[in-house]
């Protein structure tokens, strides 16, 4: 294995990867500070933040060091490398860098969004000097509100690293943004008219590592140190993104990307990024409802749950095959798992329907070329599949009944006059799940309880609802398009009544005790053999259903270090 | 810049000696001072409302919202005293500012005055010297909403207290400090007068 010496500490690294001396430097818990340097862009070295002085150990133990210092972002590592990150000349031009940087930084952190995670305060804290010898006016340039209908410009807090440019360049394809001017006049700016609102324009204000490019979603909205973050899988389409939910007294206020390689990568879409909304809508359900002479009334889940675990065996005792239950592809498995699991308990006749599958044109690749063609190799998909959790939902109606039966069937089944019982759990969001004409075929039926969280057509005629809660408030697992099972993890209480639908499967299946998403999981693997790699710890990434054994690649783990 | 080792000075309780260790001396100093109240005739209450109590000029009362040359809300809506409330009675909403020369301002800005232990960490903590502690202390109200004073209130306060001789103290009669003053942009062809040059350190060895 070759060795590499950072700071005098010897590290292995793989025979066959490629590394530049940021990256081997985190392998030792060595930071070389970088802003331009992003690891999923192309190289420039503009911005000499990660200056090192590199050399190279002979074979008869001396040191020859390079007489200069070279970034490190665009020096490779092999065998023998030597990286020293702390020498007096590397401290020196750091500090001279961060100055530079300054020269025309404003220091409006107090009202710049990015304080908190900015890796100029960071650096110039670890790093910088801690005052300015600048004595001329700072060079004030106007900002771009223009940029995009998502992003918003603060040009003089840019420090030019470009990260943006590559990423419009090379991720997305679309090339909205580029830069202007030269020296200290350059600017990132747009062509004219010609907006940066491709669907993953959101991903620039991430990878921005100063407060230049800022969300008009969450502007001024909040401070982040005041933000919680909570690991989660973004519920939007069956990519599965690895994200943070973060939140603040239990409203959510930004979704952002988090490193996966088994899932997505780096980045996320706006679909996804601008998808919560409805987590803090006024329309949620917030109180359990039953149909008391022809009016649904609020009740207490003290009185609603044993209603509705009589009124379903009533259904099962009249008539078990016309009983059936929908299960959202927006459930986790956990959940369908209790649900299917109470139910069949009860009668094997029982039919477990698919819910409603939304599919939206065809999966969108990126990069795109001029004409909006995909090209190859992809970097980004955005799943036509809007749902988190097909797969892992099917799965547990196979297990349960053989095969699965599609939202199509349950409609005809309904019509045809074949169902007096239907308990349904509702889930998209974003589109109504059910036609208004559906909606009626559901006043055929003798008992309807729905589950969900926003006001349906169903709803409005179940004889009794259950408000769930959102992804955000739940704990469970996902399994993405490519058979990728990742966990969730509640971030937030439910408004008022509201219960995650994990607690309210569990308590109408009479289980005792609180549902535990872990031990749940484990009980899963252990009865149904497609998920029996569920017993793997799910860790940070998740495990790959299939080859769930398989060791993530070391080198992707160690890129996972925290990096601007 | 980060605090280093060497900045760090560590400090140990002195040593008692035997004399001290039996706490006779502490407790005859402290009889001396009940002793001596005994045989003190001067009166010490103050006939308050009738007459006003003359306060220290670190005085911490109510808070004011200051104004700046033009009358608006000097206030950026950074949320720094927010922040570093202990207690946790500051609420603002922040909003882009329909100013040309502020990117942000508070739309809405809450204190409980109720909630509020008055220990001036929002005026320390203020980077644009918005917020303020006032001698004002003979607040009151009906309700517990009266005592949510919004920003209207604060900035009324202001309006009453800038002239006092007294008020403010931190900010020397109304003149507001020079870390206060916001930047304007200079018009092209103009220089501004120099900052203040800030000695390097002697141990930068940088340059």
Redesign the interface.
Known sequence: MPTVIVNGREIEIGADERLNCIQAAQRADVEIPHYCWHKDLSVVASCRMCLVEVGERKPDGTIAMVPKLVPGCQTPVKAETVIVSNS?AV??AQ??TLEYLLLNHPL?C??CDQAGECFLQDYS??Y??????L?E?KL?KP?KDHIGDQITL?TDRCVMCTRCVRFTREISGTGELQVIERGSHAEIDIFPGEPCNNKLAGNVVDICPVGALCSKDF???Q?V??LESTSSVCPNCSTGCSIRVDQNKDVVYRFKPRHNPLAQGEFMCDEGRFGYKYINSPDRLTQPLVRLEGDQQPTDWETILPGVRAAIEGAITAKPQAVAAVLSPWMTVEEAYLLAGYLKNLSKEIRLYLGPVRVVGDDDCYPKDVHGNAVAPTRFTIRAEKCPNRQGVEAIIRHFQGSTLSMDDFWKAVSAGQIDAAYLVGGDPHEPWLTDEQGALLDTLKLTIVQDILPSAASRRAHYVLPGGSFAERDGTFVNHAGLAQPIKRAIHSPEEARPDNRILWELAGRRGLFNAGRLRNEIAEHISALQALTHPLGEFGVMLDTPGKPTNASVVANAATSP | ??IQDKEICWVSEPELSFWESTFLPAIAQGLKTTVGHIFDNKTVTQEFPEVKPNLPANFKGVHRLNRDDEGRVKC?????CA?ACPAHCIYID???APWEDR??YPERFVIDELKCIYCGMCEEAC??DAIELTSEFDISGQTREEMLYDKDKLLSIFDQTVKLPKDPVRTHGGVLGPASEIVQ??PPGK??P??P??S?PAN????
């Open positions: 007096p401290l020196a500090k001279a409006d107090p009202v804290y670890k910088g000097r801690g005052y300015s010898r004595q006016p004030l900002d603060f502007l001024y909205e401070r140190w005041w | 810049m980060a950026v809506a950074c949320f720094m922040t922040a909003a882009e990117d942000k980077p644009c942009p200079m220089v501004p120099p900052l040059i800030i390097r930068d060895s940088s340059h």
